[in-house]
T-cell receptor, first 113, second 112 residues
């Protein structure tokens, strides 16, 4: 079945620096790749997603890149701020009403002042 | 618009007890799913449903049952609670798996 691996499990960066989180997936038919942010004690919330017909998508300080050949995608956060501290999850699914979505194991991002 | 509502928010059970975690959504979403999140770990898929009357197993289905008699509701049943099922449980819904997932606030379950 589908498997999504996420690295690193923890990441600490200086405020203002960039953070990169990487995921790989096993199902070559996957074509939807979202990223979720979960603040402490809260529900996960979507921050950005990408579909396989594009290679990169950007929304202000966050961007996601996709390499379908290598079956990996990455989240990039630039100019990190204290409020970026959270757990981030990647996920993957097929574009089919009969499929399911599988999440990675999460990355705990800490921003050092 | 309530979104995804999970009840209860907290629950303590004794080993061997049974209970049902409730999940309801008012967005007419076809896809619903249950995840468990253990400390320091990710979201592991327990069961999911692509529409009323259709359910399937996820990554960690053992010890849990689900049913989907209506589009709105997707209850998760623990048949005989075990300490290993202590976790935070999240329900999520969307139009399709390849659409943004809307999560409930979670149920924190402790089994003694």
């Amino acid at each position: 079945g589908e498997n999504v691996e996420q690295h690193p499990s923890t990441l600490s960066v200086q405020e203002g620096d960039s953070a990169v989180i990487k995921c790989t997936y096993s199902d070559s038919a996957s074509n939807y790749f979202p990223w979720y942010k979960q603040e402490l004690g809260k529900r996960p919330q979507l921050i950005i997603d990408i579909r396989s017909n594009v290679g990169e998508k950007k929304d202000q300080r966050i961007a996601v890149t996709l390499n379908k050949t290598a079956k990996h995608f990455s989240l990039h956060i630039t100019e990190t701020q204290p409020e970026d501290s959270a757990v981030y999850f990647c996920a993957a699914s097929r574009d089919s009403s009969a499929s399911k979505i599988i999440f990675g194991s999460g990355t705990r991002l800490s921003i050092r002042p | 618009n309530a979104g995804v509502t999970q009840t209860p928010k907290f629950q303590v059970l004794k080993t061997g007890q049974s209970m049902t975690l409730q999940c309801a959504q008012d967005m007419n979403h076809e896809y619903m799913s249950w995840y468990r999140q253990d400390p320091g770990m990710g979201l592991r898929l327990i069961h999911y449903s692509v529409g009323a009357g259709i359910t399937d197993q996820g990554e960690v289905p053992n010890g849990y049952n689900v049913s989907r008699s209506t589009t709105e509701d997707f209850p998760l049943r623990l048949l005989s609670a075990a300490p290993s099922q202590t976790s935070v449980y999240f329900c999520a819904s969307s139009y399709q798996p390849s659409q943004p997932q809307h999560f409930g606030d979670g149920t924190r379950l402790s089994i003694l």
